[in-house]
């Protein structure tokens, strides 16, 4: 008897498993929920309190005087981004988002407090939006801080303090955002792996970019005009600049300074103060710019190991200007109509100098107390000056063999110590 009941026991047993087995059915996830302001809930802060993460909060035109806090990834959305505004009366943040995967857009974000508070401040975040808002009169228009793959677009931001700043983040995007009238328009601090593109900027004073102790980031065809400075790197490595308009600065377009392993390639860098500007600085590259109707376009001071290859440093007033600078590598590059003078080398040496095309240039070298190498040996030969009177019937090491061989036979004397061994007949193009 007592063995059969345990017998019972253990079929009723195997029988709740399997129904439970086979015939569970998994309880549904709710679908994401569209939660109203002031519709359904009559501030920002309680429709956000009472949501799930995936929801969205749509928010009707009007004044909301609040410090919104997500810590969830919602989708908080403006009904228009100029009528729809949070206002921050003067303290704190506005928005604080402290959650991945959020996305803000739709409003303008205005009135923040001092430092360090923000429009819109993001920390430990990732995988977050901001985007079209009308960001103003804040400290720091945007601020990101310890986060990744944050998106920054679409936005204005105009009389912020600051307008865009990224503080020890990496991986983010800041692109096609306008910024006007703030100290400085967008700041990279300590980050990396992000790119700044695409962007405009103006009326900022003193730095439009700035790029400080960050590495391998993309500077790319933003447009900067009627600054102070324009691109502005400070004790950085590895960042790519390239594409960018870059005119009408007051005082510098490109700046690295106490930076090395940078490339500047491909920029329009016109009618500035000073175009592209390298203060002691090293392993650096300038490739492929227009440089033009700058005071100076391309600057040297105490640099080493920088090549300025294939550029166009035309109606400057001084095309390029080495101070203290060494292992200088100048090549392929058209210095035309520069006035006073195409390139200025003082307290400088061991600079290479080659396959320069110098044009009509008021004076086309000034050299002071520097010793430079002008040509690259025979048969790759030297420069192209305008001004050269030579003939070419002789070929050879020494030019004493018959037959021309599109190098002068006479050096090209620029003054006691420097001299052209090797000057070309005819303008040096670059071999594609």
Not at 268 to 277: E, F, K, S, W
Request: hydrophobic share 35%; aromatic share 16%; glycine share 8%.
């Amino acid at each position: 008897m007592k063995f059969q009941r345990i017998k019972g026991i253990a079929l009723i047993s195997f029988l709740a498993a399997y129904f439970t087995l086979f015939f569970y059915v998994p309880r549904a996830e709710a679908a994401p929920t569209i939660r109203k302001v002031p519709n359904k809930y009559p501030t920002i802060q309680a429709a956000v309190n009472a949501a799930k993460p995936g929801d969205t909060i749509l928010v009707a035109a009007g004044t909301y005087y609040e410090h919104v806090f997500v810590d969830k990834a919602v989708r908080l959305i403006g009904q228009n981004r100029s009528t729809t505004i949070i206002d921050g009366s003067g303290t704190g943040n506005p928005i604080t988002i402290s959650a991945d995967n959020v996305i803000v857009s739709g409003f303008t974000i205005r009135n923040s407090g001092e430092s360090p508070n923000s429009g819109v401040f993001l920390y430990s975040s990732g995988d977050c939006f901001i985007q079209n808002n009308n960001v103003t009169l804040n400290f720091y228009g945007i601020r990101v801080d310890s986060s990744s793959n944050i998106v920054v677009t679409d936005n204005i931001l105009i009389y912020n303090k600051w307008g865009i700043f990224l503080w020890q983040s990496s991986d983010s995007t800041v692109r096609d955002n306008f910024l006007m009238y703030s100290e400085i328009g967008i700041y990279l601090y300590g980050s990396s792996g992000s790119t700044v593109k695409d962007n405009e900027a103006s009326h900022i004073s003193p730095y439009a970019i700035f790029v400080v102790s960050s590495t391998e980031n993309t500077v790319n065809d933003n447009d900067l005009a009627y600054n102070r400075r324009g691109i502005y790197l400070l004790a950085s490595t590895n960042n790519t600049v390239y594409d960018n308009k870059v005119t009408y600065n007051y005082e510098f377009g490109i700046v690295l300074w106490h930076s090395k392993l940078n490339s500047i390639s491909d920029n329009n860098v016109t009618y500035n103060r000073y175009g592209i500007t390298f203060y002691e600085s090293s392993n650096n590259t300038i490739y492929d710019n227009h440089v033009a109707y700058n005071q100076i376009g391309v600057y040297l001071w105490r640099c080493d190991n920088t090549t300025i290859g294939y550029n166009n440093i035309t109606f400057n007033g001084f095309g390029t200007y080495l101070y203290g600078s060494f292992n200088t590598t100048v090549e392929g590059n058209y210095f035309v109509r520069n006035s006073p003078y195409g390139i200025v080398i003082i307290d400088s040496s061991d600079n290479f100098i080659y396959h320069n095309n110098f044009i009509s240039n008021e004076s086309q070298v000034y050299s002071v107390t520097s010793i430079s190498t002008w040509d690259k040996r025979y048969p790759f030969g030297g420069n192209y000056w305008s001004d050269y009177s030579g003939t070419d019937n002789y070929k050879g090491p020494d030019q004493n063999l018959p037959g021309g061989d599109g190098i002068g036979d006479s050096p090209y004397n620029i003054d006691a110590t420097n001299l052209d061994r090797y000057p070309l007949m005819g303008p040096w193009k670059k071999i594609t």
